[in-house]
């Protein structure tokens, strides 16, 4: 009799455990369809949406011969306090640690923005509506900060929800790359990067660069190209199609008698040259400087190998909380410009990663005659 009893209770657990199991499978078999079908791209050459100043601006196009600024920050959806870690680097955080945080460092990386008094403004993962950022409309929270300036905003990120974490999971993001001016905009485009064909597509970022045309008074034009290449799940054949992409439509404007500025989050490690030896993460492989057009250069490499090994590195790896000479630094940020745009000055500036895992980087140039 107790044998019998036995028996029932085991296929009882038995029924139980494969119910159990039967319904984690089907859930996952949901969540990859919905994934799959959620699935999709960004259009390629969309034109953006060109905010117009909230306040007065007399500006009407850009001279040669006078100098401006330019910063570029990478303000990482306003999540990097200095003690935050995230989990695709290695640690524990996979959302903002509250939403007063997030408003709290979105707005500090402004203020530290605006005290540079730059006349153009390039910001990236900069989130609209995001599960990763409570939701907060860092573009709207920015241009607060800037009311005087044109601006459009490229998305790269309107992903499907990502149930991982699973106690905390990082969410559905809608996140882009942000540009202001002093300057009209006259036309803004954006394009699509060529981006992983696996299954990591629907995982990465849906990245791309933005194209803006600003009025110069010798009657060319000042393009500014803003760029976030891929990080994460990225190959050489991705790598080598982004880098082919846009320095192929940098030259053509070059071509035309434009003047050229390419800045942003380049994802490669922009102080190594590619015949440096050693390992390289995924994500700060160097940059293949034989790519770079005839007539374009990065402004890094005005610098002896002396100097640009004592700058300040653009961003340090999120896999723990910022410790200075213990976190692994590197520098992903930076500028190309044409033969025809001087650089007066360039700095990557030191916060301390104060308000994201990546500082600016600020250059003054002259467009020549």
């Not at 045309?213 to 982004?242: F, T, W």
């Not at 723990?320 to 976190?327: D, Q």
Request: charge should be negative.
């Amino acid at each position: 009799m107790e044998n019998k009893i036995g028996k029932r209770r085991v296929k009882r657990i038995l029924k139980i455990l494969g119910g159990a199991a039967g319904i984690l499978i089907l859930t996952v078999a949901v969540y990859l369809a919905y994934i799959i079908i959620d699935y999709r791209r960004i259009e390629d050459r969309v034109a953006l949406e060109i905010k117009e100043p909230a306040e007065e601006n007399k500006e009407t196009a850009a001279k040669t011969g006078t100098e401006y600024t330019i910063l570029t920050y990478n303000i990482g959806f306003g999540a990097y306090t200095p003690d935050f870690s995230f989990f695709m680097d290695g640690g524990t955080e996979s959302v903002a640690k509250s939403e007063e945080s997030v408003l709290a460092t979105v707005s500090g990386a402004a203020d530290l923005a605006k005290k540079e008094d730059a006349q153009f403004y390039l910001f990236q993962e900069v989130d609209m509506d995001s599960t990763r950022s409570y939701h907060v409309d860092q573009y709207a929270l920015l241009s607060t900060f800037f009311p005087e300036y044109y601006s459009d905003l490229a998305v790269n990120y309107d992903s499907s929800f990502l149930f991982y974490p699973i106690l905390q999971p990082h969410g559905k993001s809608y996140a882009g790359i942000a540009l202001y001016s002093k300057f009209p905009i006259t036309e803004a485009v954006r394009r699509s990067f060529p981006i992983s064909e696996s299954f990591s597509k629907y995982l990465d970022l849906d990245r791309c660069y933005s194209v803006n045309r600003i009025p110069v008074e010798n009657g060319k034009e000042l393009c500014i190209y803003q760029l976030h290449m891929s990080a994460y799940g990225n190959d050489d054949q991705i790598r080598a199609g982004q880098v082919s992409m846009i320095c192929d439509d940098m030259a053509a404007e070059y071509a035309a008698g434009n003047y050229i500025i390419c800045g942003g989050d380049f994802n490669h490690d922009l102080k190594r040259m590619q015949d440096t030896e050693g390992e390289f993460a995924s994500w700060a492989y160097p940059f293949p400087r034989q790519s770079v057009p005839e007539g374009l250069r990065f402004v890094l490499d005005s610098f002896s190998e002396e100097e640009r090994e004592t700058m300040h590195n653009s961003a340090r790896n999120a896999d723990m909380a910022y410790e200075e000479g213990v976190t692994y630094t590197v520098t992903l940020d930076g500028f190309i410009i044409s033969d025809n745009v001087t650089c007066i000055s360039y700095e990557n500036m030191d916060t301390g990663y104060a308000y994201s895992d990546h500082d600016p980087v600020k250059m003054v140039f002259r467009l020549d005659e």
